[in-house]
C-alpha cells in the first residue's frame, strides 16, 4: 500500500526546517503480527538454545529489486508453503554457523562451513521457526515441509529478526503475498434493536417580554399560547427529529413531522 511520508533530509528556509512529502509502498504487514511471531519464535529457540534468548524484530517493508539480491546473495533460503501466503526463512551463513553452533551450546561465532550435522540441525531449527507463522501465512502451520531454493522471486514482504542473547544471528522472513484486509459487514439497525439509549427532548415555548422573563422565581406560571409549543429530540446532541409537543391522553407527547434529512414523516 502507499503512504505518505517525510523526506530525511531538509531544506532551510526562513530559518525553519522543511522536509518534501512523497508517497511511498509500504507493507501491510500488521506489525502486531510480526511481533507475535517474533515472540512465539524467541521462546522456539529458548528452548532450543536451553537458555533464554534476546531479540530484536526490524518492522515490515517491501525492498526494491536491488535489495532483495543483497538479502538473498550466498544465504540458504527455506520456502515454505502454505494455503493463505507463502513464506521464506533466510538465513546467512555467519547467522547459520551462530544458529548451528548454539544448539550445541557454542557461544563464540565461527567462520567454518557447517558439517552434515550441524546442516540437519540447522534444517530442524529453521523448521521450528516456521511452525510459528501461523499468524503472518494466515492459519496454523502444522508439520512445515520446507524447500531449499535459489532467490527470493515472487516475494513483496519482509522483516529480520535479530537475536542478541545467547548468540548474534539474524533470521529473514519473507511472504509471498502483503496481507489483504478483510472486510467485515457492517452493523446493521437489527444489531443495535435492544440497545438502550437515553434521548432528550428540547421544547420552544414561543416568545415571551423581557420583563415577564426578569420577572422568573419558583412558583411562577408561564401561559403558553395555543400551538406555539414546538420541539426536538435529541440523541447526543443530534436532532432526530422535531414536532408539536402537547398532551396525548395523559402523557405529554411530541408528533414528529420532520426527520433530520428533511424528510416529512407520514401522517398519521
Do not use: N
Not at 525492498?63 to 494455503?83: E, Q, V
Not at 501465512?137 to 542478541?164: K, M, S, W
Not at 529473514?172 to 443495535?192: F, K, Q, Y
Amino acid at each position: 500500500m502507499k503512504a505518505l511520508v517525510f523526506s530525511r533530509r531538509y531544506e532551510s528556509r526562513g530559518g525553519r526546517r522543511v522536509r518534501s512529502i512523497a508517497f511511498t509502498e509500504r507493507s501491510a504487514l500488521p506489525v502486531s503480527a510480526a511481533c507475535v511471531v517474533a515472540t512465539a519464535v524467541r521462546e522456539t529457540l529458548a528452548t532450543l538454545f536451553g537458555e533464554p534468548v534476546a531479540m530484536k524484530l526490524y518492522a515490515p517493508v517491501i525492498p526494491s529489486p536491488d535489495a532483495w539480491s543483497a538479502i538473498a546473495r550466498d544465504a540458504a533460503i527455506y520456502r515454505l508453503r502454505t494455503a493463505g501466503a507463502d513464506a521464506a526463512v533466510i538465513i546467512r551463513p555467519a547467522d547459520a554457523s551462530a544458529l548451528a553452533g548454539a544448539a550445541f551450546g557454542e557461544r563464540e561465532a565461527r567462520a567454518t562451513a557447517l558439517s552434515g550435522i550441524e546442516e540437519t540441525v540447522l534444517a530442524r531449527t529453521v523448521q521450528a521457526i516456521a511452525l510459528q507463522f501461523g499468524p503472518i501465512c494466515g492459519g496454523a502451520v502444522r508439520e512445515p515441509v520446507l524447500e531449499r531454493q535459489p532467490d527470493l522471486v515472487g516475494f513483496v514482504t519482509y522483516f529480520e529478526l535479530q537475536i542478541e542473547r545467547p548468540v548474534y544471528a539474524r533470521v529473514g522472513i519473507a511472504l509471498s503475498r502483503d496481507p489483504v484486509p478483510e472486510m467485515h459487514p457492517g452493523i446493521g439497525l437489527d444489531d443495535v434493536m435492544d440497545v438502550p439509549i437515553d434521548l432528550c427532548a428540547r421544547v420552544d415555548m414561543g416568545h415571551y417580554p423581557t420583563s415577564e422573563l426578569g420577572a422568573l422565581e419558583p412558583g411562577t406560571v408561564l401561559a403558553v399560547p395555543a400551538g406555539a409549543l414546538r420541539g426536538a429530540l435529541l440523541l447526543a446532541g443530534r436532532t432526530l427529529g422535531t414536532g408539536e409537543c402537547g398532551v396525548y391522553g395523559r402523557y405529554y407527547a411530541m408528533a414528529i413531522d420532520r426527520t433530520p434529512a428533511g424528510r416529512d414523516a407520514p401522517e398519521r
